[in-house]
Nanobody
């Protein structure tokens, strides 16, 4: 099991930027692909972005493509989500998660991720 702790959320205005961090401990962080999901009030949790073990491959939901960037520092056991040009519709609790299996397998499905953080709130005002 990997323990995951997100940080960096907050209240910002539309057009602002935020960088979320996810600190991992437990199993070897560099052995796993990782992802970010989000859940807005009254909505289901949805895929945001994912990154392969080495960081060579990434994937993004269409809603954040070109605005968000995922990265990782395996030496620091940390996953990042840089969010630019934030919109009110980006308001949600953001979760990092450890993916099971290979990177490309069922990448967008919640069930493909085994360990989850507690989430960090991002609120974007208009």
């Amino acid at each position: 099991q990997v323990q995951l702790v997100e940080s960096g959320g907050g209240l910002v205005q539309a057009g602002d930027s935020l960088r979320l961090s996810c600190a991992a401990s437990g199993r070897t962080f560099s052995n796993y692909a990782m992802g970010w999901f989000r859940q807005a009030p009254g909505k289901e949790r949805e895929f945001v972005t994912a990154i392969s073990m080495t960081g060579a491959r990434t994937a993004y939901a269409d809603s954040v493509k070109g605005r968000f960037s995922i990265s990782r520092d395996n030496a620091k056991n940390t996953l990042y989500l840089q969010m630019n040009s934030l919109k009110p519709e980006d308001t949600a609790v953001y979760y990092c998660a450890r993916k099971s299996g290979i990177y490309s397998s069922n990448l967008y499905q919640i069930s493909s991720y085994d360990d989850w953080g507690q989430g960090t709130q991002v609120t974007v005002s208009s």
